[in-house]
């Protein structure tokens, strides 16, 4: 059978393009909270791009479940307005025809047994009519109080199932919990329905083929292994900026803040795949094995107040324009103490890098949007180089793969590389717990204009050590 694009030949495919080069097999999604800014803006459109790019079966099947009372064609059009405005590849007739003869949408709350009982129905005729063969992926669009009910409901209801080879996944979007306590909490109700093997917590920039060439660049190359280490670095930078602000995400940001948002998960996993020491094949299971060994080695200073940052954006410009500051925003309590900018200090306590800082920030209303991670070495005694020095930034413009059309298709074809394990979240909790404790104890944040890249206090961070940050 030919993969989803109405023909059997995929034109925006190039068969050199070996970045997304499998085929899921017979499966389908149901997405929990498919109403919700995420599912419209990446999910369904992730989906559309992958069929459209050949990558889905031609069975497959795409289940959105919400209270929403809606039809099976209110729910097609829905997807239909999503993929047009947010999709990354044309609108191709052919192959949204056949992508919508999968569509279902069921009407329900979370704690309604007779809408999963009306989702077990769909899922067992969607196996007769598209040819699933049982193979499902829940995904989890929903917020971290729903998640014991939902997983506990599929259980119930017979729909975590693996019978005759069949599959049935749970994809869990972030934050894995609050802290470390709330981390163990959730994954001993999500363990107690699935196996490890088939939990999927989403970390997006994990998805993002940079992230991924940061392993290619390091254990491909023999000319940087030699130098990955103390004896030539001098310190690494690993920076998550936005250039905006709350926005809309007001209810959820608040109380969280940057650290807890970004540091956690996306900073602290860039970290370990920049330090780990070379798995013994790029498997799921040896990749996790030493991620885990970094951030179990990960010390933090033993000076918090000098070493750790954390800041609010006060009102400035942004962008030739004007912008409220964080305490302005509407449905932010006047008197929040949430960070939207957080650096920390850490160093690592192994032979390869002990004495090198590892300098972590992020922060929303900041210079530019950029993800990166530098890692500085010493300097040369003398270097002809300064003015006409290689930059990267500006040479690698190939367009890639959008993230959640990889972490979507590696969900469908089980492959776990992409996705940090219990123990990873749990041993990153340990690291911030202790900062997030020191913040509440100690005055507010500090404040730092809109546009700017950050407090002054972060500044001094790193003039205490000699260094400055990069403007990226």
Same mark, same amino acid.
Request: proline fraction near 6%.
């Given at each position: 059978?030919?993969?989803?694009?109405?023909?059997?030949?995929?034109?925006?495919?190039?068969?050199?393009?070996?970045?997304?080069?499998?085929?899921?097999?017979?499966?389908?999604?149901?997405?929990?909270?498919?109403?919700?800014?995420?599912?419209?803006?990446?999910?369904?459109?992730?989906?559309?791009?992958?069929?459209?790019?050949?990558?889905?079966?031609?069975?497959?099947?795409?289940?959105?479940?919400?209270?929403?009372?809606?039809?099976?064609?209110?729910?097609?059009?829905?997807?239909?307005?999503?993929?047009?405005?947010?999709?990354?590849?044309?609108?191709?007739?052919?192959?949204?025809?056949?992508?919508?003869?999968?569509?279902?949408?069921?009407?329900?709350?979370?704690?309604?047994?007779?809408?999963?009982?009306?989702?077990?129905?769909?899922?067992?005729?969607?196996?007769?009519?598209?040819?699933?063969?049982?193979?499902?992926?829940?995904?989890?669009?929903?917020?971290?109080?729903?998640?014991?009910?939902?997983?506990?409901?599929?259980?119930?209801?017979?729909?975590?199932?693996?019978?005759?080879?069949?599959?049935?996944?749970?994809?869990?979007?972030?934050?894995?919990?609050?802290?470390?306590?709330?981390?163990?909490?959730?994954?001993?109700?999500?363990?107690?329905?699935?196996?490890?093997?088939?939990?999927?917590?989403?970390?997006?920039?994990?998805?993002?083929?940079?992230?991924?060439?940061?392993?290619?660049?390091?254990?491909?190359?023999?000319?940087?292994?030699?130098?990955?280490?103390?004896?030539?670095?001098?310190?690494?930078?690993?920076?998550?900026?936005?250039?905006?602000?709350?926005?809309?995400?007001?209810?959820?940001?608040?109380?969280?803040?940057?650290?807890?948002?970004?540091?956690?998960?996306?900073?602290?996993?860039?970290?370990?795949?920049?330090?780990?020491?070379?798995?013994?094949?790029?498997?799921?299971?040896?990749?996790?094995?030493?991620?885990?060994?970094?951030?179990?080695?990960?010390?933090?200073?033993?000076?918090?107040?000098?070493?750790?940052?954390?800041? !609010? @954006?006060? /009102? *400035?410009?942004? &962008?030739?324009?004007?912008?409220?500051?964080? #305490?302005?925003?509407? $449905?932010?309590?006047?008197?929040?103490?949430?960070?939207?900018?957080?650096?920390?200090?850490?160093?690592?306590?192994?032979?390869?890098?002990?004495?090198?800082?590892?300098?972590?920030?992020?922060?929303?209303?900041?210079?530019?949007?950029?993800?990166?991670?530098?890692?500085?070495?010493?300097?040369?005694?003398?270097?002809?180089?300064?003015?006409?020095?290689?930059?990267?930034?500006?040479?690698?413009?190939?367009?890639?793969?959008?993230?959640?059309?990889?972490?979507?298709?590696?969900?469908?074809?089980?492959?776990?590389?992409?996705?940090?394990?219990?123990?990873?979240?749990?041993?990153?909790?340990?690291?911030?717990?202790?900062?997030?404790?020191?913040?509440?104890?100690?005055?507010?944040?500090? !404040? @730092?204009? /809109? *546009?700017?890249? &950050?407090?002054?206090?972060?500044?001094?961070? #790193?003039?205490?050590? $000699?260094?400055?940050?990069?403007?990226?």
């Amino acid at each position: 059978m030919s993969p989803l694009n109405g023909s059997g030949a995929n034109p925006l495919r190039d068969p050199a393009d070996r970045r997304l080069p499998r085929i899921a097999g017979p499966s389908g999604l149901v997405i929990f909270g498919v109403t919700g800014d995420l599912s419209r803006k990446k999910l369904m459109p992730a989906v559309y791009d992958l069929a459209n790019r050949g990558l889905l079966p031609p069975g497959f099947s795409l289940v959105g479940f919400a209270r929403r009372d809606w039809e099976h064609e209110d729910f097609a059009q829905v997807v239909h307005d999503a993929v047009k405005e947010h999709a990354r590849t044309p609108f191709r007739e052919e192959v949204w025809q056949q992508l919508i003869q999968g569509m279902r949408f069921v009407q329900g709350t979370f704690d309604d047994d007779e809408a999963f009982e009306r989702l077990r129905a769909t899922i067992d005729e969607l196996d007769k009519q598209q040819g699933t063969s049982g193979n499902f992926a829940f995904y989890l669009s929903v917020p971290p109080s729903a998640f014991p009910v939902v997983i506990q409901q599929l259980k119930k209801h017979n729909l975590t199932d693996q019978s005759g080879g069949s599959w049935r996944r749970a994809v869990i979007e972030k934050p894995f919990g609050h802290d470390l306590k709330s981390a163990e909490d959730l994954n001993k109700v999500v363990h107690e329905v699935f196996e490890p093997d088939q939990v999927f917590r989403i970390d997006h920039y994990l998805g993002k083929e940079t992230v991924q060439n940061i392993l290619a660049l390091r254990f491909a190359n023999t000319m940087f292994e030699p130098i990955w280490n103390r004896s030539f670095v001098d310190h690494v930078q690993i920076t998550m900026a936005e250039d905006i602000g709350v926005g809309g995400r007001a209810g959820y940001y608040d109380g969280i803040g940057a650290a807890r948002d970004v540091i956690q998960n996306h900073l602290l996993q860039l970290l370990a795949l920049t330090a780990m020491e070379e798995p013994s094949s790029f498997g799921a299971d040896a990749l996790a094995r030493e991620k885990t060994k970094v951030l179990g080695a990960v010390r933090l200073p033993k000076d918090l107040g000098a070493d750790t940052v954390r800041g !609010q @954006y006060a /009102s *400035g410009w942004q &962008g030739g324009e004007k912008v409220i500051g964080y #305490l302005e925003e509407e $449905g932010i309590d006047p008197k929040s103490k949430t960070d939207t900018y957080a650096a920390l200090k850490l160093e690592i306590d192994n032979r390869r890098w002990a004495g090198v800082p590892f300098y972590l920030r992020t922060g929303k209303r900041l210079g530019r949007r950029v993800t990166e991670i530098a890692v500085v070495f010493q300097r040369a005694p003398h270097s002809p180089f300064d003015h006409t020095a290689f930059a990267y930034g500006e040479s690698f413009t190939e367009s890639s793969p959008e993230a959640y059309e990889r972490l979507i298709l590696d969900v469908l074809l089980g492959d776990a590389n992409l996705f940090p394990r219990t123990e990873e979240v749990e041993l990153s909790w340990k690291i911030l717990d202790p900062v997030e404790e020191y913040w509440d104890e100690h005055g507010r944040p500090a !404040q @730092y204009k /809109s *546009g700017t890249w &950050g407090p002054s206090e972060a500044d001094q961070m #790193l003039a205490r050590d $000699g260094r400055s940050w990069r403007r990226p």
